[in-house]
């Protein structure tokens, strides 16, 4: 014996625009790698900024101390 359904069942996807989570999960590995990628070019970028040493560079727990000027006292000018 068939059973037959009287209307046809639909779920709707939760997505924002195009983008569903299904898309989101198989678009992870690219959008990882070329955030990091972007990340590594702007910090390479900003490496020489006084002010992003400042704020981020010296602040780094291991490579901080790249960025920290040492100045031997007889090299100071006055």
């Given at each position: 014996?068939v ?11 939760p ?10 999960a ?18 390479v970028?900003?490496s ?9 560079y010296k602040?780094l ?17 006055y």
């Amino acid at each position: 014996m068939v059973a037959y359904v009287s209307q046809l069942a639909f779920k709707t996807v939760p997505h924002f625009g195009k983008i569903s989570t299904k898309n989101l999960a198989s678009y992870a590995p690219n959008l990882m790698l070329w955030g990091g990628a972007w990340a590594s070019c702007v910090a390479v970028y900003t490496s020489g900024w006084p002010i992003f040493q400042d704020t981020f560079y010296k602040k780094l727990p291991y490579f901080g101390s790249y960025w920290v000027k040492e100045v031997l006292p007889e090299d100071k000018q006055y």
